[in-house]
T-cell receptor, first 113, second 114 residues
Framework: KAGVTQTPRYLIKTRGQQVTLSCSPI?????VSWYQQTPGQGLQFLFE???????NKGNFPGRFSGRQFSNSRSEMNVSTLELGDSALYLC????????????FGEGSWLTVV | DQQVKQNSPSLSVQEGRISILNCDYT??????FLWYKKYPAEGPTFLIS?????DKNEDGRFTVFLNKSAKHLSLHIVPSQPGDSAVYFC?????????????FGPGTSLSVIP
């Protein structure tokens, strides 16, 4: 079955703009989470959604937001982009259940210039 | 405050030898630990996990050891192969409260030399 799909794969934005990234989880997975990967910080947890509700949120400013739709697809939005937002944004999905494996997509590479 | 630490940014090992990747954590609430492997331009791939009620879990060439009293875990790869060259992330979860929130370490870049 298809894996976690993220679009777009690569994008370049200008400081001050906003960006929306999309994630389609594995079919049947209802939990979707987002991570930011930067060279110095590793993978940082952004937020997690289940059944259209945000269950967890990491330590990121309010410029970072997300949502989940009824079909479990998710989007994250970053407003007023800063140079430091340049990173790989990873989406992950899993079945409901604590020990279920979390599967990652290939990520969206965002460059802010 | 980094709750999951991987103090070795990189490691080089000869093909066929053992690779040992180390990880320390500070949060005693963590009760489930995972290792992920990541190639450039790809998402992390799940490798192996261990519950805090165990001290060892094996899957083929990969073994994870957990020392709860020391808040330390390690991943052993035997024998190491060139295809194992990647960044390895140690990760931890608090299954009681955190749903799918996973705390990752900064990663260790493993190079297996043919």
């Amino acid at each position: 079955k298809a894996g976690v799909t993220q679009t777009p794969r690569y994008l370049i934005k200008t400081r001050g703009q906003q960006v929306t990234l999309s994630c389609s989880p594995i079919s049947g997975h209802r939990s979707v989470s987002w991570y930011q990967q930067t060279p110095g910080q590793g993978l940082q947890f952004l937020f997690e959604y289940f059944s259209e509700t945000q269950r967890n949120k990491g330590n990121f400013p309010g410029r970072f937001s997300g949502r989940q739709f009824s079909n479990s697809r998710s989007e994250m939005n970053v407003s007023t982009l800063e140079l430091g937002d340049s990173a790989l944004y990873l989406c992950a999905s899993s079945l409901q259940g604590a020990r279920n494996t979390i599967y990652f997509g290939e990520g969206s590479w965002l460059t802010v210039v | 405050d980094q709750q999951v630490k991987q103090n070795s940014p990189s490691l080089s090992v000869q093909e066929g030898r053992i690779s040992i990747l180390n990880c320390d954590y500070t949060n005693s609430m963590f009760d489930y630990f995972l290792w992920y492997k990541k190639y450039p331009a790809e998402g992390p791939t799940f490798l192996i996990s261990i519950s805090s009620i165990k001290d060892k879990n094996e899957d083929g060439r990969f073994t994870v050891f957990l020392n709860k009293s020391a808040k330390h875990l390690s991943l052993h790869i035997v024998p190491s192969q060139p295809g194992d060259s990647a960044v390895y992330f140690c990760a931890a979860r608090d299954l009681k409260t955190s749903y799918d929130k996973v705390i990752f370490g900064p990663g260790t870049s493993l190079s297996v030399i043919p």
